[in-house]
Each structure stands twice: as structure tokens, then as C-alpha cells.
């Protein structure tokens, strides 16, 4: 295994360098990220590991405080080259005193790393203290590439940078957002690190090829834990009797707790989504769905239901189909007497498989009544996850806002989200499949291959849903 690659990551107070390497490593707790000037006051490593082992070793470096201060008097040191004017600074007692901070800098440059990569606020003017810092960076013989910060700001003064750096002869320059990175933005980087240092091209193009398979795998597993929450909620079957079903009160507060039960596995769902992307649970939300308008059926000749009993009676999909020309009979008025003696006469010795069904027929009959999540319910809360999983993929590890998915915003109003609904059919006829209630091993296993459908089925969506779309204004800070 080779040795990581050692990067300094160097540049003015509140440029942003934290927040780039919190996104990079995608360790939304490193260091200290903060409006307030000079928040990282030490060098502080981290490592950016590919299958388990550190490839990127990025060292934190605290900002350069007084640039143009420290250029005039590395001028005035003795020494044959810029860089034996950098070590004669180092070594003498303005490196711990006045100047203690850059020295911080410089050392680590010098003595510890292999490139350094120089974040600059695109949002700031040019002044001559940046001047001066990337003249001083360049006087320790290190390559040197900058990367341009907060580049899609309204306030931006991108052009007039790149034509500074240009001046410094600093050709290799990357942007990348560190609070809300572009698509393709950790690739230029490491590509563009890649000119500067030839030696490790093959390493870095690796590190390109391992993060491209990473994202995938993310966005796989996100696709599984969204179809996963959906299940839940299809499968989801509520009961209440006939008494408290001709009771408005009663019945508005079975349909709230339903409701409430709803938002529980979206909330869990959103947090499983969270902890996949490397984000803390609460730093996003799904926007409470619509009430829902009673879905007030018993879904007792779901298709799937008789094609279970189908299976069970060793009949096949014929006698299922067979079973729900019988159960509309019994829906359009059998009596609970005549229900029974109709249960008698097809029951025998198949009764065995008759079970579940028989015994939602007696709700039926009797007024138990069943309620179940609407499709457009299932629509929008699909709309919603995948809307959060396009956001999560493009959101840096530096934002400190909570990210908040705007209803009505969908990439698809419908069309190929109905597909999804249409895989969810099945779980209607299993409220075993609802997360928390004990299934045995097979229904497990039946779930399990449902849910694997409908994940395809969100991954196949995810191209349709562009990062950004679903985000609310984003308050970036920039340590």
C-alpha cells in the first residue's frame, strides 16, 4: 500500500479550509466551524481512507493572519533561496512570537507535506494581503493549487481571482463549494492535483475511481432504506370497530394517530438517510405530509392478498381470481349468516389457508373497519425521499443549516412515480411488513424481495431529481 498522499491545506482566516476538508473526508464533525475570525488555532490532520486504509493524509492548517508583515520580513532574512529564508524564519524567535501562526503554516508546508491546497473566498476582493500570502506559500518549493470557495455566490468575484493566480503563474486551480459541492467537483480536484504531482497520478486517479464506487454504493443503499420506510407505510393496516367508526371524534382521532404513525417511519427513514451519508440525525426534515382523506377500506381482496391464498390452497392465481368474484358478493350486502355458510361450504379442507381472509371477512361483516395509507399519500412521501437523497449526495459536510424539502417541488408529478406505487401493491397485503411487527422468516424474505423492487425502481428515479431541487437556502459558514 502506498503512503498517503500529504496535503497542507492552507489560506487566509475564515476562507473555508475546515469546511472543505469536513466535506472531503465527509466527517461532519471535524475541527470547528464558525463565523468567528481565526477559529482553527492548530495544525490538525485527518485522512480521507480508501478500503479502510489512509490515502489523503490533509493537515488543517490555522489561517495567515499578516501576510504582507510577514513578506516584508522574509525580504529582509539572509539566505541563498526562498526556501532557506522560510527555514531561517522558522527557526528564530519571530516563528513564536509575532508571527506564530503563519510559522504554523509555513512548517507544515515545508517540512510536512507533499502539496499544499490554497482555499480562497471567491466572495472576497483581491487585496494585497491575499497577494502576498500566495507569494510567501510559493517561497517554500511546494506545489501549490488554489480552490476557488464559494464560486456559485451571488457576490462572487471568481474571474477576478483566476486572473490573480494566473499572474502568480498558479495554472492548476479547482472550485469546489465546501458547503454545497457541484457534481464532479471531488473529481477535477483530485484531478487537477494530479498535474501537480505526477509521481502520484496512478494513486489519485484510484482515489477517483474508489469515490466514484462509494457514491454509488451510497446511493444504492439510500434507494433501499427509502423503499424500505415506503413499505412500511403501505403495509401500514389500522383497525377500528363500527361503534367508533359512526364517531366523528373517534374517528378523527384513529385517522390522526395513523397519520402520526406515518410521520414516525418517515422520520426514521430520513434519519437511516442521514447516517448513510454521513450526516448527524436532525440535520433534515421531511415536510409534514397533507392530511390524509380516510382510505376507508379493508383492502380484503387486495390482489396480493388472493394471490397469497392462491398459494397457500395450492390453487393458483385461478381460484384466486375465483375468491374475489365471491368476496364482491359478500362486499355487496351476504349477511354475516349467509357469509358463514358460504365460508362453510368453500372452507373444508382448505380452511387452513382460508384463515386471514376469513377473519377480515368478519370484520367486514360485522363493521370492523380498516384503514390503509392512499397511494398519493405513498406518491408524495416517495417524491419527498427522493428529493432528499438527490439533495444529501450534493450537500458538504459544512452546512450548518437544516435542510428542509419544499413540498410541491417534484422533478416527476406523477408519471413514473405511479411505477413505484404500483411495486409497493404487494406489501398492502401484508401488514406483517410493517416495521416493529414480528414476521416469521418467510414473510421476512417475501418483504425483503419487495422491497428490492421498489429500491430499483427509486434508483432507476434518481437521475430525474437534480441536487438543489428540494433545498431551501443554505447558511454557510466558512472557517
Known amino acids: 500500500m502506498p503512503e498517503p498522499i500529504r496535503i497542507a491545506v492552507v489560506g487566509h482566516t475564515n476562507a473555508g479550509k475546515t469546511s472543505l476538508l469536513r466535506t472531503l473526508t465527509r466527517q461532519v464533525d471535524f475541527g470547528d466551524v464558525s463565523d468567528r475570525p481565526g477559529t482553527t488555532r492548530h495544525a490538525e490532520a485527518i485522512d480521507l481512507k480508501v478500503n479502510g486504509a489512509p490515502a489523503v493524509r490533509f493537515t488543517d492548517t490555522p489561517g495567515l493572519e499578516d501576510s504582507v508583515a510577514l513578506l516584508e520580513f522574509l525580504n529582509r532574512l ?27 503554516v509555513l512548517r507544515t508546508l515545508l517540512e510536512q507535506a507533499d502539496a499544499a491546497m490554497l482555499v480562497i473566498d471567491t466572495r472576497e476582493p483581491v487585496l494585497p494581503k491575499f497577494r502576498a500570502e500566495i507569494e510567501i506559500l510559493t517561497w517554500c518549493a511546494k506545489p501549490v493549487m488554489p480552490v476557488l470557495n464559494f464560486v456559485r455566490a451571488p457576490n462572487s468575484r471568481r474571474e477576478e481571482w483566476r486572473q490573480v493566480l494566473l499572474e502568480s503563474n498558479l495554472h492548476a486551480q479547482a472550485e469546489f463549494d465546501a458547503v454545497a459541492p457541484f457534481v464532479g467537483a471531488e473529481r477535477q480536484l483530485y484531478g487537477d492535483l494530479a498535474t501537480l504531482l505526477q509521481g502520484r497520478r496512478q494513486q489519485l486517479s484510484d482515489i477517483v475511481d474508489y469515490l466514484a464506487l462509494e457514491a454509488a454504493d451510497r446511493r444504492r443503499a439510500a434507494c433501499r432504506i427509502a423503499a424500505s420506510g415506503l413499505v ?65 377500506e379493508d383492502d ?40 358463514t355458510t358460504l365460508g362453510a361450504t368453500l372452507g373444508g379442507a382448505i380452511s387452513g389457508g382460508w384463515k386471514p381472509l376469513w377473519r377480515k371477512l368478519e370484520n367486514r361483516l360485522s363493521g370492523v373497519q380498516e384503514l390503509t395509507v392512499e397511494d398519493a399519500v405513498l406518491m408524495l412521501l416517495a417524491d419527498h425521499l427522493l428529493q432528499l437523497i438527490g439533495a444529501l449526495e450534493q450537500r458538504g459536510h459544512a452546512a450548518m443549516d437544516k435542510l428542509r424539502l419544499a413540498p410541491g417541488r417534484s422533478a416527476d408529478p406523477a408519471g413514473d412515480l405511479r411505477e413505484v406505487v404500483r411495486a409497493l401493491e404487494p406489501a398492502r397485503g401484508h401488514p406483517e411488513w410493517e416495521h416493529g411487527q414480528h414476521a416469521r422468516r418467510r414473510a421476512e424474505d417475501d418483504r425483503q424481495q419487495s422491497l428490492e423492487e421498489v429500491a430499483r425502481h427509486l434508483e432507476s428515479l434518481m437521475p430525474k431529481y437534480p441536487s438543489g431541487n428540494a433545498l431551501a437556502p443554505l447558511r454557510t459558514l466558512s472557517a
Open 300 to 339: 380484503l381482496f387486495n390482489p396480493e392478498t388472493l394471490r397469497e391464498v392462491g398459494k397457500k390452497l395450492g390453487l393458483g392465481a385461478v381460484i384466486g381470481a375465483g375468491i374475489g368474484v365471491v368476496a364482491d358478493v359478500a362486499l355487496a350486502g351476504l349477511s354475516l349468516g349467509a357469509a
Open 78 to 104: 539572509p539566505g541563498d533561496s526562498r526556501p532557506e529564508r522560510v527555514r531561517a524564519f522558522l527557526a528564530g524567535p519571530e516563528s513564536r512570537e509575532t508571527f506564530e501562526q503563519e510559522a504554523k
Open 232 to 296: 412500511d407505510v403501505a403495509a401500514m393496516r389500522r383497525q377500528i370497530s363500527a361503534d367508533d367508526f359512526s364517531t366523528e371524534l373517534r374517528r378523527t382521532e384513529f385517522v390522526k394517530a395513523l397519520h402520526d404513525d406515518v410521520g414516525a417511519h418517515a422520520r426514521r427513514t430520513v434519519d437511516e438517510l442521514l447516517q448513510v451519508f454521513a450526516f448527524r440525525r436532525g440535520d433534515a426534515e421531511v415536510a409534514r405530509l397533507p392530511q390524509m382523506a380516510a382510505r376507508w
